[in-house]
């Protein structure tokens, strides 16, 4: 409360319970960073070759390739 002397083993209890609670939150944070990060799109590795998006190991079709339907 406002204006009430707080003692000095109090003052060291808040202190402490202080430095608890900010390195909660900061642990939170981490996690929730994370999460987040990882709805990002494009940022997760692919399990696939090759860094991105881009279509690689194709090529144009040429005559007497086997013709895959389906």
Known sequence: ????????????????????LFEAVRRLQIHVQAAADSLL???????????????????EYQPGDEVKIG
């Not at 000095?8 to 430095?19: C, P």
């Open 1 to 20: 409360m406002v204006g009430l002397p707080v003692r000095d083993s109090g003052r060291e209890e808040a202190t402490r319970l202080a430095a608890s």
């Open 41 to 59: 799109p494009g940022e997760g590795a692919s399990r696939l070759g090759g860094g991105g998006v881009e279509v690689t190991g194709v090529r």
